[in-house]
C-alpha cells in the first residue's frame, strides 16, 4: 500500500507542480502566440497520458496484490484491449502534431511587404546584415571571406555596395513590423534563437535557412545560441532591442556600409602599402650597390 499512495502523491504532485511552478516561458513579444498553444496541447497531451500510466500502475499494484487463497490468472493477450490502446495512441499523436504542421506552415510562409535582415553566425558571435537603400542584399560566397570582407560580400554586385553592416554589436528591429530573418553560418552548426520571441531556427553552413516574426512590444532581449557549437557556445550572446520604426532608422543610419567598409580599410592599408613598397625598392637599392 505504501507504493500505491507513493504513485497517486507523484501524480498529484506533478499536476500541482505545474499549475504553481514558478518556471514559466518569458512574456511573449512577438506574433507567435501560436507556438505556446501547441506547446500547450503537448503538454495536455502527454500529461493526461503520464496521469494515465501512474494511477493504472497504482491500480495495478492495489488489485493484483499478494493475498492468500488466491491463485494468479494469466491472459497472454486481448485484442479489445490492444485495439483500445492503438486508437488512443493514434488520436493523441494526431492531436499532438497537426496543430505543429499548421503553425509551421505560417512560420515559413512570409506574408508580402515584409523586411528582411541577415544573421550571421560564427564561432562566437553574431553579426548582422540590413538591405541599404536599394532594399536588395548583395551575393555572399564565403570563400570571400577575409579580415576586410568578415561576411564575404561579393564586391562585384551592386546591391552589395549599400548593404548595412553591423558586425558583433546590439540587433535592432522596429516594433509591429514584420521581418523576415536569413540565417547563414559560416563555420559550424549554430541556432538563433530569442526566447521572447518564440522563434528559433538552425544555421547550416553552406545554406541559407529563414523564418519571420512581427515584433509586438519594445524593449531589449537577449540572444542566444541554442546549437552547441563549440567550447565558447555559452558566450554567443547578444542583443535584440526592439523600439519604434524612427528610432529603428535613426540607429540603422549610423551603421557602416559595405562600401564605407572598403574605403576605409583602403585608407588604412594605403600608407602600410606605399610603405612596404618604398622599403622593398630601398632593400633593392642597396643591394644593387
Not at 502534431?97 to 553566425?121: D, K, R, S, Y
Not at 551575393?139 to 561576411?151: E, H, L, M, Q, V
Not at 551592386?158 to 553560418?185: A, C, F, T, Y
Request: hydrophobic share 45%; with cysteine.
Amino acid at each position: 500500500m505504501i507504493v500505491v499512495f507513493a504513485l497517486i502523491l507523484v501524480a498529484l504532485g506533478t499536476v500541482v507542480f505545474h499549475f504553481v511552478s514558478p518556471w514559466w516561458w518569458t512574456p511573449i513579444a512577438s506574433n507567435w502566440g501560436y507556438i505556446d498553444d501547441t506547446i500547450l496541447i503537448t503538454f495536455w497531451v502527454t500529461g493526461v497520458v503520464f496521469l494515465a500510466v501512474v494511477l493504472f500502475m497504482a491500480y495495478c499494484i492495489y488489485r493484483f496484490r499478494y493475498q492468500e487463497n488466491k491463485r494468479a490468472e494469466y491472459n497472454p493477450e486481448s485484442k479489445k484491449l490492444e485495439w483500445w490502446l492503438t486508437g488512443l495512441t493514434t488520436l493523441g499523436v494526431v492531436v499532438m502534431l497537426t496543430p505543429g504542421l499548421f503553425v509551421w506552415n505560417q512560420f515559413v510562409t512570409v506574408p508580402e511587404g515584409a523586411a528582411e535582415f541577415e544573421v550571421m553566425g560564427q564561432q562566437w558571435q553574431w553579426s548582422f546584415r540590413f538591405p541599404g537603400k536599394d532594399g536588395a542584399l548583395g551575393t555572399t560566397n564565403a570563400r570571400k571571406i577575409s579580415g576586410d570582407n568578415p561576411f564575404g560580400i561579393d564586391p562585384k554586385d551592386p546591391n552589395g555596395q549599400d548593404d548595412v553592416l553591423v558586425e558583433g554589436g546590439e540587433l535592432h528591429l522596429p516594433v509591429d513590423q514584420p521581418v523576415k530573418v536569413l540565417l547563414r553560418s559560416i563555420d559550424v552548426l549554430h541556432d538563433f534563437y530569442v526566447p521572447e520571441f518564440r522563434a528559433k531556427m538552425d544555421m547550416v553552413p553552406g545554406a541559407v535557412t529563414y523564418f519571420w516574426l512581427t515584433p509586438t512590444r519594445t524593449g531589449t532581449f537577449d540572444i542566444l545560441c541554442f546549437e552547441l557549437c563549440g567550447v565558447g557556445h555559452h558566450d554567443m550572446r547578444g542583443n535584440v532591442v526592439v523600439e519604434e520604426e524612427s528610432a529603428f532608422q535613426e540607429w540603422l543610419n549610423e551603421q557602416t556600409t559595405f562600401a564605407q567598409s572598403v574605403a576605409e580599410t583602403s585608407k588604412k592599408d594605403g600608407p602600410k602599402l606605399a610603405s612596404s613598397k618604398a622599403a622593398i625598392n630601398s632593400v633593392s637599392k642597396g643591394s644593387t650597390r
